[in-house]
C-alpha cells in the first residue's frame, strides 16, 4: 500500500507508534480488489468450491452451489476497516494471517472474541506469531471510544501484552487449523520460537480513521504499553487515516465492486 504522507512517529522498540495517511486513489484501488476479496473470503470459497465441484451434478446443483458459496450482502464498516488493515500488515509488515474469523462464524455477519487477526510475521530471520486488534472509528475524539472500555483497544493489547494464556489460545486456535493446510511449515516455525521465549510475539494494534491525523490517537497507548514491555516482544500502533468522512462508504464500496463482478 502506497502511503501518502507519514504524519508521526512515538516511541521506540519494543513498542512504537505511526500515524499514515491513505490516499483517496490508494483506497479506491484497494477496496476494488483486495480488500473486497478478503471481505468476502474469495479463497475460501474457491477452495469449497474445488472440493465439491464434483458433487453439483445438474444444473440445479450447481446453481444452488453458487447460491451457497457466493451470496453476499453488504459488510458492515468495521468488517471493511479489518480487512484494510489485514491488507496493510500483509503488504507492509510482512504477515500473513491464513485464518479468516469470519469461517468461524456460526450465524452471519457475528462478531467473534480474541485476536481480530491471528497469523504470522517474517522478519528476513524466522517466523513470530503475530496478532492483531482493529478498530474501526469515526468518532472525532483523539483517541476514539472504541480505545477503551473492556472490549476497547487499551484492555485488549494489554491483555495480550500480559496475559500468556491470551497468546496461548490463539496459538491453539491456528493449531486446531493447521492439519494438511499449504502454510504448516510457517506455523512450526513459529511454535519453535514461541516454545523457546512466550513472550517472543509481535501485536499490533490498529486505528483505522477518517479523521485529520492527530498524534493524541496512540501517545498515551504507546507510552503505557512500553511499560515493562520485555524486549523480546514487538508492540507496533498504527493509526491509518482514510480520506476524511469515508468510513459510513466502506460496505457500500466493497459491495458495488462484487456485484459489478470486480475481486474475484
Known amino acids: 500500500m502506497q502511503i501518502a504522507d507519514t504524519f508521526y512517529t512515538l516511541g521506540t522498540l519494543p513498542v512504537t507508534g505511526i500515524g499514515l495517511g491513505v490516499s483517496s486513489d490508494v483506497l479506491n484501488n484497494v477496496l476494488s480488489g483486495t480488500v473486497a476479496a478478503l471481505v468476502f473470503d474469495d479463497a ?9 465441484n464434483g458433487v453439483a ?3 440445479f446443483d450447481k446453481n444452488n ?3 451457497l458459496l ?3 450482502r453488504e459488510p458492515e464498516a468495521w468488517r471493511v476497516g479489518e480487512a484494510i488493515a489485514e491488507y496493510y500488515l500483509t503488504e507492509c509488515r510482512n504477515c500473513y494471517f491464513p485464518w479468516p474469523d469470519g469461517r468461524d462464524e456460526r450465524k452471519r455477519w457475528s462478531s467473534l472474541p480474541g485476536a481480530d487477526l491471528v497469523g504470522f510475521q517474517n522478519d528476513g530471520d524466522t517466523e513470530h506469531f503475530a496478532f492483531g486488534e482493529v478498530k474501526t472509528s469515526t468518532e472525532p475524539a483523539y483517541p476514539p471510544g472504541t480505545a477503551y472500555g473492556q472490549h476497547g483497544l487499551k484492555q485488549q493489547m494489554e491483555d ?3 496475559h500468556s494464556e491470551i497468546r496461548d489460545d490463539l496459538v491453539k486456535y491456528l493449531a486446531h487449523r493447521v492439519v494438511n493446510a499449504s502454510w504448516k511449515d510457517r506455523f512450526k516455525t513459529a511454535v519453535g520460537a514461541y516454545l523457546r521465549n512466550d513472550n517472543d510475539v509481535r501485536i499490533f494494534g490498529l486505528l483505522v ?4 491525523p492527530d498524534a493524541d490517537d496512540l501517545r498515551i497507548r ?3 504499553l512500553g511499560q515493562n514491555c520485555l524486549d523480546s516482544m ?5 493509526a491509518l487515516y482514510l480520506p476524511q468522512s469515508r468510513i459510513a462508504s466502506l460496505g457500500s464500496q466493497v459491495m458495488r465492486t462484487r456485484q459489478s463482478g470486480g475481486a474475484r
Open 234 to 238: 514487538v508492540i507496533e500502533l498504527l
Open 209 to 212: 480513521r477518517d479523521v485529520p
Open 65 to 67: 452451489l453458487e447460491k
Open 222 to 224: 504507546v507510552h503505557r
Open 44 to 52: 475460501g470459497k474457491d477452495e469449497i468450491e474445488a472440493l465439491l
Open 57 to 59: 451434478d445438474t444444473e
Open 160 to 162: 495480550m501484552r500480559d
Open 70 to 72: 457466493h451470496q453476499v
